[in-house]
């Protein structure tokens, strides 16, 4: 390779790697691509398989855009004159490409992934601000937000195609980083857009079912997640949740070093005195492993509410002191830290509080609405952004959920909103679907759950704000669907009071950005 932005061909893919097409001498490949539409001159194309399509078939186009070179599923016959290969893997082959092209950054880094069902984004930033705050230069990729300097975006993905992982891992380390910080989804594992990563740390926060609409079963997507723990290499932690006996599991017959957390009395970071006051969250973390750093206990405030925070919490914890950060120094950064958009984010508007949380899946529903329970009695009116293209499953479990809590929190009838003109503006399908609504709408009348129904979210966000008493919490809560809910509520609430909309700014859109 004459640089880390240029390679032959014939070195990205050895020989005996599928079967090759056309002439080889000489293919010098300036990129990689997966979308023909976005491919660029130099490019090697590689089409994989989706839920739709192959995007093998738009090999022509790519070609068109100038891609040096294509890779193919076998027996689909190439475009004249094309230049490539057809594999039987090609999510390997894409990553064992992207490893060669930008030459492995992360064997001169500290990488730290984080998966789980819930909790991944807000303990991979709070791990992020832990080790910033011990001196490291830092990057991260979160569903939330993408760092580096001068950086700052939105992704569409929660952990990116390999090849977009490669370039981001280089591009930080050309920046002088020396960690960074991943989220780690399912589809990533499945897709092997972490192979050849080495991790030093890999975090397990809990496990519910979810993305069932691409895993096909609840094993399959527990599988998925303990490979990413078997795959960390000796040397490395696996920061398994003690009170999660599934996520504990995980930990048997691995090569990494178990560091178990938890308020379980036999975790090795133990959370204790955890409570809750004024949106803001105290405890103390004691260290039960002496090879592991001091004992403690080591008191701790994070400006965020919520007892799930508190785990994510100990959990980074445990990353930071496995790294050999001083546990008392850890400890103290969480006062600083600033808590991600849209996780159990708070805004006070006059007498009005709005809460707003990127509620997924029935654990995180449970975890928002304990943590209202939790603030004291008190008026909730709530607005729920159905989930769109993630199955029926999924929404029948949200409702049951919403079901279940309406007793203690009296906010029916619920407020449910389709959105489907904010979904549309995604370059992903999140439009809900007919089955999803019937699946939810049947769910929240099998537990008497009375609903309101909006095709849009403005008016479902006007009829919440008109349902509203001062000293009332507004509960926002949704993934996509909701995005612009808490500006739209904030607005409406601010011209109540005759007051102006002083919050600038917003949740980013997501997009691309060119680091």
């Known amino acids: 390779m004459t640089n880390p932005r240029e390679a032959l061909l014939e070195e990205l893919v050895p020989k005996g790697e599928g079967t090759p097409f ?265 260290v039960q492993r002496r090879d592991l750093a001091s004992a403690g206990p080591f008191p701790f405030r994070l400006p965020m509410p919520g007892r799930h925070n508190g785990m994510n919490a100990a959990a980074a914890f445990a990353v930071a002191v496995h790294l050999g950060i001083p546990p008392e120094e850890a400890a103290a950064a969480f006062r600083s830290f600033t808590a991600p958009p849209r996780r159990l984010e708070r805004q006070d508007v006059g007498p009005y509080v709005i809460y707003n949380d990127v509620a997924m899946n029935e654990a995180s529903y449970h975890a928002v609405l304990r943590t209202i329970r939790d603030l004291g009695p008190r008026q909730v009116v709530v607005v729920c952004a159905l989930r769109g293209n993630r199955g029926a499953e999924v929404n029948a479990r949200i409702a049951s959920i919403l079901a279940g809590w309406e007793p203690q929190l009296g906010y029916a009838p619920l407020i449910v909103s389709e959105s489907r003109s904010d979904l549309r503006e995604y370059a992903v399908d999140y439009q809900v679907r007919a089955d999803e609504i019937a699946a939810f709408s049947e769910a929240a009348r099998q537990g008497g759950l009375a609903l309101s129904r909006h095709l849009e979210l403005p008016s479902a966000i006007e009829e919440a704000v008109g349902r509203l008493a001062e000293g009332g919490v507004l509960l926002l809560l949704g993934t996509f669907g909701m995005d612009r809910g808490p500006a739209i509520a904030r607005a409406l609430l601010s011209k109540r009071l005759g007051l102006p909309d002083e919050r600038k700014g917003g949740y980013l859109e997501p997009h691309e950005a060119d680091y």
């Open 22 to 286: 056309g002439l080889w001498q000489d293919v010098r490949v300036r990129g990689l691509s997966t979308d023909s539409r976005r491919t660029s001159p130099g490019d090697l194309f590689v089409g994989l398989p989706g839920g739709l399509t192959h995007g093998g078939l738009y090999a022509a186009q790519a070609l068109s855009c100038g891609a040096a070179a294509v890779v193919l599923p076998p027996g689909l016959e190439p475009p004249p004159g094309a230049v490539g290969l057809w594999h039987e893997r090609p999510f390997t082959l894409l990553a064992e490409a992207a490893l060669r092209f930008y030459r492995q950054p992360a064997r001169s880094m500290t990488v730290v992934g984080v998966t789980g069902t819930n909790g991944k984004t807000t303990t991979a930033l709070l791990v992020a601000h832990l080790l910033a705050a011990a001196g490291n230069r830092c990057a991260y990729w979160t569903t939330t937000l993408v760092r580096l300097p001068h950086v700052n975006f939105r992704p569409q993905w929660t952990t990116p195609p390999a090849h977009e992982l490669q370039r981001f891992l280089a591009s930080a380390l050309e920046r002088g980083h020396d960690h960074a910080v991943l989220e780690v989804s399912s589809h990533a594992v499945r897709q092997e857009r972490v192979r050849g990563v080495a991790f030093r740390a890999g975090v397990a926060t809990n496990f519910s079912p979810d993305h069932l609409d691409y895993h096909g079963s609840v094993e399959d997507y527990y599988e998925a997640k303990r490979d990413f723990i078997r795959g960390l290499p000796a040397g490395a932690a696996a920061v398994l949740s003690a009170d999660d006996p599934r996520i504990l599991a995980m930990g048997a017959g691995v090569q990494a070093d178990v560091v178990s957390f938890g308020e379980d009395g036999r975790a090795d970071v133990r959370l204790r005195e955890l409570s809750q006051q004024d949106g803001e969250l105290t405890g103390s973390l004691l």
